[in-house]
């Protein structure tokens, strides 16, 4: 089985900063999917980046970026530029892509609550 | 527009009453899923479907049923069994086999009076 972690219940960071949300997960697979999703308070869930297990190459969408260590399964989000919209709850979540008895299972970790303040 | 929709948005039960939540999609995605979250909290997965009239149990099947009749139809019913329902609900999408995009419904709160 899989497993999801984000170790961070809660972080503040200062508007226009940079901030770091930290993820680790354990799996035995080697074919699988992680992401980000963001959830504002109207509970949305807003996907934020996408990484494929097989890139070595780590994902970049505008002010988001990934530290993607396979060896160590760890998946940090980094947030540039720090805006106030990016006030959420954010969750790492993992998808085995290929064989086993959890193909196609997302698994979630607990989130982190992001504020940012003005 | 394409999407997925999940009704009602809210919805009130009695104790000792089944329920079913609606999900819809007409991104024509193979798989799709229930989540179940709890304030402050993570979301756990009730169950999930690959393809049409099939479905596997997540971490907390207990007290919950699916069905997977239409490819585009994935109704969640919370039976009386279930002892805690109250909670938000998200229904989620995806492309099989080469999908690697999750679609989120706007979700269903539920609450027991």
């Known amino acids: 089985a899989q497993t999801v972690t984000q170790s961070q219940p809660e972080m503040s960071v200062q508007e226009a900063e940079t901030v770091t949300l930290s993820c680790t997960y354990d799996?035995?697979?080697?074919?699988?999917?992680l992401f980000w999703y963001k959830q504002p308070p109207s509970r949305q869930m807003i996907l934020v980046i996408r990484q494929e297990a097989y890139k070595q190459q780590n994902a970049t969408e505008n002010r988001f970026s990934v530290n993607f260590q396979k060896a160590a399964k760890s998946f940090s989000l980094k947030i540039s530029d720090s805006q106030l919209g990016d006030t959420a709850m954010y969750f790492c979540a993992f998808l085995l892509n290929a064989g086993g008895t959890s193909y196609g299972k997302l698994t979630f970790g607990q989130g982190t609550i992001l504020t940012v303040h003005p | 527009d394409g999407g997925i929709t999940q009704s009602p948005k809210y919805l009130f039960r009695k104790e000792g009453q089944n329920v079913t939540l609606s999900c819809e999609q007409n991104l024509n995605h193979d798989a799709m899923y229930w989540y179940r979250q709890d304030p402050g909290q993570g979301l756990r997965l009730i169950y999930y479907s690959q393809i049409v009239n099939d479905f596997q149990k997540g971490d907390i099947a207990e007290g919950y049923s699916v069905s997977r009749e239409k490819k585009e139809s994935f109704p969640l019913t919370v039976t009386s069994a279930q002892k805690n329902p109250t909670a938000f609900y998200l229904c989620?999408?995806?492309?099989?086999?080469?999908?690697?995009?999750?679609?989120f419904g706007e979700g269903s709160w539920l609450t027991v009076v």
């Open positions: 799996t035995s697979e080697s074919n699988y999917y």
């Open positions: 989620a999408s995806r492309v099989r086999p080469s999908g690697n995009t999750i679609y």
